[in-house]
């Protein structure tokens, strides 16, 4: 059974940072490609980050440039996105998902992924 769990997420002011953590089971890990999407009240989910170990670099949206880091720990089954200067429009439900690589292209839809977390709230005030 596959299993994603995230950690990580709580409240924190404006300019703070958070680390968000995604443990994965039940996958081989290196097959798979982890992704980071985000989901705000009444707004659709929208991909943040995914790991670029397949592809030579990682993808973030343009949103969290600059600001977002995605890492991995594959001793741990872990991917990690490390969320520095938070703005309250960063305010979301934090959700990791995990997609056989090569089963899509490019993996920046929510649609692309196959297994999700239960997601986390990151909350940033101002």
């Known amino acids: 059974e596959v299993q994603l769990v995230e950690s990580g997420g709580g409240l924190v002011q404006t300019g703070g940072s958070l680390r968000l953590s995604c443990a994965a089971s039940?996958?081989?890990?290196?097959?798979?490609?982890i992704g980071w999407f985000r989901q705000a009240p009444g707004k659709e989910r929208e991909g943040v980050s995914y790991s670029g170990s397949h592809f030579g670099s990682p993808y973030y949206a343009d949103s969290v440039k600059g600001r977002f880091t995605i890492s991995s720990d594959d001793a741990k089954n872990t991917v990690y996105l490390q969320m520095n200067s938070l703005r309250p429009e960063d305010t979301a439900v934090y959700y990791c998902?995990?997609?056989?690589?090569?089963?899509?292209?490019?993996?920046?839809?929510?649609?692309?992924?196959?297994?999700w977390g239960q997601g986390t709230q990151v909350t940033v005030s101002s």
């Open positions: 039940g996958i081989t890990f290196d097959d798979y490609v």
């Open positions: 998902a995990a997609v056989l690589f090569g089963k899509r292209g490019l993996p920046t839809m929510p649609g692309d992924y196959d297994y």
